[in-house]
């Protein structure tokens, strides 16, 4: 049957005579399309594709060789070089099978496909919405992020090309975090107005990339004024709630279609030309299985795939087809359609395209909650047999209930056969080669920290309840004589005065723009660089603040929602093992990016290097990367970094009560146990002077101002020299020794640790570089509370160094334990 002409009658005229819409165009558009009403209270008319296999029954080898054809021709376009770096994304949910046999036609490309069904545990590549869409909302979500990563052509597939709106925004939304040079835009028509056609050309120079157009056939519909109400108004005369199904004839069978284990159902996660080929060689056994649950002497036989599932069916209806073209026993006409979730009107006239509609309730358990699914085209088709092709997610009991689909179909052919395609569940791109101890799960806010549960989980065990503090005084002198380390107990927590407070709101006021343009530059070499889905793990606690600025950067910038965890790394005895274990248990080694504040000699740099060094020969867990990725880099230690500079980042200037109040971290034999994270407080109690999520708020808000900085910069940086020089470390050897130390451990180079000498050790001296400004006013603050000299040197690397008492006894302090003079 020729679904586009009813006994010469256009299946479009019915709608054209009563809304005065035409459609004008090539000499085929009309054997493509033809025209229904929707209710959608964006757009009353729809444009019905005979080709498509969504709203209208049609011969697969149709279906399939349209979209095969297109693949032909962008094959062509390309040229084989860049055919073979292409990756085809299709929309849900009209386009998934279209999208799946141009990539076929293409050859060598993946495909995916956008969803509207999320899937536990697998994170969202991105997203974009359909404006004129009944259902707007779409996901990308490929089991391997790097699909979406290259500068081969992407290829976009959708069934018409109307306005460009829902292609162009996605281009332009893909394109800021994946640039390419070339794009290609595929449809089955291309339907733009005369005002509209212009505005592919106009995007590609604004985004600088070349886009091109493939289209089957092109035309226009002229609207007349008042169309969508008019057509709201057809609708509601025309449309009557649905009959209920008073016969059940049909019989019901169910076949098995031993479908390729570990062979995804479809491109919700990605397809390659390696899956392809596993499918190729198993559709003839399917399509047999499949003819053996026809009724004998089945002339008609219509194949049904559901929503987004439309590849599978369709490859199971065509290899269905060739069988029958090839074997008397079977010899029926097979046709291909798919359920939906658009509702449209259903007129019983030639002049109009969707002549009947079946509707039943949505049974797959949809994120946007339940509602009505269609099938169009089906009741009074003649079919002596529905096969309905469903994943695994939608076998549900919905599907077999009374007014389900399967009833609905049994209503109207004499046999069912139901075919379930197993749902495919991506697999982690890694597993751990060997069983870990159980850990438990990462501890978060509110209960532990002041920050949001979403911005940083904490691989810590909480200790709020032990008392940890001991005065500064008795801690250096424990410390320096070698009766305890510096992480088995804690400082007490500095209360800063209002002078103090003050200097911080002034510095992060005056810094705000300076740290955004750093956050931004940093994570654009580590999303560059590193991974384009890393997990970021910060060091406890200076990395914190700067691991969420991260990911909300990430955020901002690339629709990216990172998972960020903090841990605890401890000079001397190196990086928490368990945290490393968890770490390896639930993700990749390869995409952690290990993330700090900043460098100062590159102690923890080194320490980190030699950690994870004797982790792998412990554990035999390889690819975590030691190279940390910092705010700032002044030591010249790292590779990873957004600005060498030494200025005042204003969360080192105070302590918890900037850093989720959560307390530096501690491990100590009696409290960590060899299967425990190592420790950290909660000051709860400080809540009123917290200013962690201000800190946050205040450098996010300049976000917007910085962005072509922050490209400038990243561009700068990607292509510049960043190989450490450890110029720091030489610099802190160099004063250890002028100034009689001996100990490099006890020279604190720039602002921050410097700030952190003032904070919670006992300081000697501040050298001061000849010139210094603001960043230091809070230096000299501290400096001056304390009663600790500020000397004043020239040819500093460093904006400043703190030296730490060297020659440290209880004796060596007045009685309000300002430091001494030697």
């Known amino acids: 049957m020729n679904y586009a002409v009813n006994n010469g009658v256009w299946s479009g005229s019915w709608v054209a005579e009563r809304l005065g819409v035409e459609l004008v165009g090539d000499d085929e558009l009309t054997d493509l399309l033809g025209l229904a009403l929707r209710r959608n209270p964006k757009r009353a008319h729809l444009l019905v594709s005979n080709v498509l296999g969504k709203h209208v029954p049609q011969s697969p080898s149709v279906v399939y060789g349209h979209g095969f054809a297109l693949g032909r021709r962008v094959r062509d376009l390309l040229g084989t070089d860049e055919a073979r770096t292409a990756v085809v994304l299709g929309y849900a949910e009209t386009a998934t099978g279209l999208g799946h046999s141009v990539a076929d036609g293409l050859g060598l490309a993946p495909y995916l496909h956008s969803t509207r069904r999320p899937v536990p545990g697998v994170a969202t590549a991105g997203g974009f919405e359909e404006s004129h869409s009944h259902a707007t909302s779409h996901l990308l979500l490929p089991q391997d992020p790097a699909l979406l990563v290259g500068d081969g052509p992407l290829v976009l597939v959708d069934d018409e090309f109307s306005t460009g709106n829902t292609v162009l925004n996605t281009i332009r939304a893909l394109h800021e975090r994946y640039p390419r040079r070339r794009y290609v835009v595929v449809a089955l028509v291309d339907m733009r107005s005369a005002a509209d056609a212009g505005r592919l050309e106009e995007f590609a120079r604004e985004i600088g990339a070349r886009v091109d157009l493939v289209a089957a056939a092109s035309g226009t519909v002229r609207l007349p004024e008042g169309v969508l109400e008019k057509g709201q108004e057809l609708v509601a005369r025309h449309e009557s709630p649905p009959m209920p199904s008073t016969r059940s004839y049909g019989q019901m069978a169910r076949v098995e279609l031993r479908w390729p284990r570990g062979l995804p159902d ?3 996660h990605g397809f390659t030309p390696a899956h392809r080929e596993r499918l190729e060689g198993a559709l003839p056994a399917m399509a047999a299985r499949l003819a053996e649950a026809l009724p004998p002497g089945a002339r008609r036989v219509l194949v049904l795939g559901f929503e987004e599932l439309m590849y599978a069916p369709l490859r199971l209806a065509r290899a269905l087809e060739q069988l029958a073209d090839t074997a008397d026993t079977v010899g029926a006409e097979v046709c291909y359609s798919t359920t939906t979730r658009s509702p449209v009107l259903a007129v019983d006239d030639p002049g109009y395209a969707i002549r009947s509609r079946l509707v039943f309730p949505a049974h797959d358990d949809p994120a946007d909650g339940p509602g009505e699914r269609y ?26 209930a009374p007014d389900g689909l399967l009833a609905q179909l049994a209503a109207h052919t004499p046999q069912v056969v139901l075919a379930v395609v197993p749902s495919y569940v991506p697999e982690p791109l890694y597993a751990p080669e060997r069983p870990l101890p159980m850990l438990p799960e990462p501890l978060r806010g509110p209960a532990f920290s002041s920050y949001a549960p979403e911005e940083v989980g904490w691989l810590l065990q909480d200790l709020s309840d032990v008392t940890l503090e001991a005065p500064t005084e008795e801690r250096e002198e424990a410390i320096q004589s070698g009766g305890a380390h510096y992480a088995e107990s804690l400082p007490v927590e500095y209360q800063p005065s209002e002078q103090y407070q ?5 510095a992060l006021d005056d810094s705000a723009a300076r ?16 991974s384009p889905r890393p997990v970021l793990v910060s060091l406890a606690r200076a990395g914190t603040p700067i691991g969420i600025l991260m990911r909300r950067w990430a955020q901002y910038r690339h629709g990216l929602d990172l998972p960020h965890y903090a841990v605890s790394i401890v000079r001397g005895r190196g ?3 368990n945290a490393l274990r968890w770490l390896a248990g639930h993700h990749d080694p390869r995409d952690v990016v290990f993330v700090d504040g900043w460098t100062g000699k590159g102690a923890i740099t080194r ?4 950690a994870l060094e004797e982790f792998e020969a412990s554990d035999g867990i390889t690819g975590f990367d030691p190279e940390i990725a910092v705010l ?14 030494d200025f005042l980042i204003p969360s080192a200037c105070l302590n918890s009560t900037v850093s989720g109040l959560i307390s530096r971290t501690v491990l100590r034999a009696d409290l960590v146990g060899p299967h425990d994270f190592h420790g950290a407080k909660f000051y709860r109690e400080l809540a009123g002077t917290d200013v962690s999520v201000a800190f946050l708020d205040a450098v996010s808000a300049r976000f917007p101002e910085v962005e072509d900085a922050v490209d400038a910069q990243a561009k700068e940086l990607l292509s510049g020299e960043r190989a450490p020089t450890w110029e720091g470390w030489a610099a802190v050897e160099r004063i250890s020794e002028e100034y009689g130390i001996h100990d490099v451990n006890l020279v604190k180079p720039g602002v921050g640790e410097t700030t952190r000498v003032l904070l919670r050790r006992v300081p000697w001296k501040i050298l001061a570089r000849a010139g210094a400004g603001a960043d230091l006013d809070h230096v000299r603050l501290l400096a001056e509370q304390r009663g600790v000299p500020v000397e004043e040197v020239t040819e500093l690397p460093y904006t400043c160094v703190g030296l730490i008492h060297p020659k440290y006894t209880r004796g060596a302090t007045g009685a309000d334990g300002k430091a001494v003079t030697v």
């Open 266 to 268: 479809g491109g919700r």
């Open 375 to 400: 099938a169009y085209n089906v009741a009074g088709g003649g079919f002596d047999a529905v096969v309905a092709v469903v994943d695994s997610v939608a076998d549900t009991p919905a599907l077999h």
């Open 502 to 506: 003050a200097l911080f709101h002034a």
């Open 515 to 530: 740290l955004a343009q750093a956050v931004g530059a940093v994570t654009e070499l580590v999303l560059a660089e590193r």
């Open 575 to 577: 990086i928490d093992a």
């Open 607 to 610: 320490e980190l290097a030699d």
């Open 632 to 645: 700032a880099d002044p030591g010249s230690c790292v590779r990873t970094y957004g600005t060498r500079e």
